[in-house]
Structures are given as C-alpha cells and as structure tokens.
C-alpha cells in the first residue's frame, strides 16, 4: 500500500524539528507547574509580539484555550454571541457549557456557504438587538470570532477594528479563536497586531502549525491572568512539567518560526488553489480549501492516493500544514485540474 497524500488536516501535522530540539532543550530540572523560567517568559514575549500589555498561559488544547479565555468575560447567566458554524458552537462537544458553567452560545450567521464563517458587523448587532434588556433573556456578554474562520477566511484589521468598538460600545468581551492565526497573520503580511487588533483574549493556536501540544491563552488584560490560573488548575489543565509547553511556545515565537511555517502551509493552500477554479466555494486566504466535488471525482483522487474530508455529499476539504510538499500540493492541484 502507497502512503496516502496528506490533506486531511493539520491538526495531524508531524512536530517540527525544533519544537523537538526545545522540548529536548528543556529536559534540565527546573520548577514545576509553570514555575519554570520558561513559563515565566511567556508574557514578555507576547507583549512584545504584540506591542500591548498582555499575559499568556499555556495549555494542552484549542478547547480549553478557548473556553478559559471565555471565563474571564462570561457569567453563568449571560451568553456568548458566535456564528452558527463556530468551532466553539460545532466541535467543542460541550465545553463551552461546561466551563462557562452553563452560560448560552447565541447563534447568529447564515449557515453554510456566504461569508464563510465570518460575522459581519450587521450580523452580530442584529442578534444582540433582539434580545430584550430584561431578565427573563439571556444576555450576551462577549462576542467570540474566528481568526482566520472555519472556512479559512480572515478578518482584516479594520473589520476588527469595527468588531471591537461595537463591542466596547455594548460592554461586551471580544475574544478570537486563533487555532489558525498564524495562518491569518500570514495572510495579513505577517502582522500579529494587525491579526489580533482590538481584541480583548486570544487563543493563539499553535499545535496545528507544528506544536505538539501547546496553545497559548494571551490575555489583553493582563489583570485577568490570576483569574485564569486558578479555573486552568480546577480544570485539571495545569501540567506539572509545564515548561515542556513553554518550550514549544516559545520556540515558535522565536525567529518568526510560527510566521515561517503558516507562509509554507499558505503557500501550498495556492498551488491547489491555483488548478480549482471555479469549484472553489470560498476565497483561499489560509490554509484550508473548499472544492466542489462529485463522489466519483473524489473517488478518483484517492485512487491517487490523496487523503481528505468529505464536505458533504458534493465538496471535499483540503488542509495543508507547514511541512506539505510543495510537489504534493502542484499534484493534488493539477490533478483537480484534470478532472
Ligand atoms: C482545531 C481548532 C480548535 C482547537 O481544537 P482542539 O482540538 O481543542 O485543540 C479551535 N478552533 C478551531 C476553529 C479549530 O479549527
């Protein structure tokens, strides 16, 4: 049997070869928890990433980032305002429940297809105009978005510019679900303020861009770091060898690593872009393509040995990484191309 061609997604990405020599790196003794030196770099070198004030802590998973960043803005009683296909809403399997201790998820967006998962302006303001100020509702009390979306689209500075005062406007949290940031910041000409621009918590994805199991919670307002602390350790997601997970964050950040390897894995999204056309249902701005495809077109790529979601009965979901071979990704979009 050939080894499959992998486009199934970048959450099964191989570790980067630094993230490796770091963790090794970080083998020699030191405190516990995140106790360790390197843990306790963490802030400085978000602030300086992003030139404001912020606290970043790591955990193991995208869930957790997302939903403890939640926490520090969300009441049990209050709600949380996020497209319909949202990762917290589809994929989260609960959690946002269970951390936010009951709060709601407020659904606002047009389903499948149009803006690609992002919420306009427009979108959100109508949702939340909709609820009445009474207690017999639930109220929103942060705004939560996807950058780059669930359809690989992004939110340019200046949209998030109109995001964040709307929200100041409202008094409502805005927190990003950064899984693929570093692919939007990519997109963005490398610009981590620009991608992140106004937002009050970030959940800096990392592992799918060549981590193995570190996400950064960065916290614009650092005086939230102690609340997060405490609710990551009753969580269970506080790991004693936790400078393991420094490592890897740091080593991302350390000469743009985390820039480098999302530009690679964007790259290679445009080589297949390049040989779908038409069938594209959404712009390829990151790392993840939308292709309209027949089942027996599909089944002819994976004669071919290509590796894939389905995206229902007639598309299909390609994602690249940082180590997809230029030749692979020429390949798989010739090979659309042809069909
Ligand atoms: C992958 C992903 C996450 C994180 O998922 P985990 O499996 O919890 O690490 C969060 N948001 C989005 C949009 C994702 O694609």
Known sequence: MTTPVPFLSDNAAAVHPKVWEAMRAADSADNPYDGDALSGELDARFTELFGRDCAALWVATGTAANCLALATMVQPHGAVVC???????????????????????????????????????????ATIDSIRDDVHQVQPHAIAITQASEYGRVYGRDELAALADFATSRNLGLHMDGARFANAAAFLGGSARDAAHGVDSLAFGLIKNGAMGAEAIVLFDPEQADLVRYRRKRAGHLQCKGRYLAAQILVMLEDDLWLENARHANAAAQEIAAGCGERLMHPVEANELFVRLTQTEREALRRHDFAFYDWGPDAARFVTAWNTREEDAQALGKAIARL
């Open 83 to 125: 497209h319909a296909e949202a990762h917290i809403e589809a994929d989260e399997g609960g959690a946002p429940g269970f951390f936010l201790h009951g709060a709601k998820l407020i659904l606002c967006g047009d389903g499948h297809g149009g803006e690609g998962a992002k919420l306009t302006l427009e979108q959100i303001a």
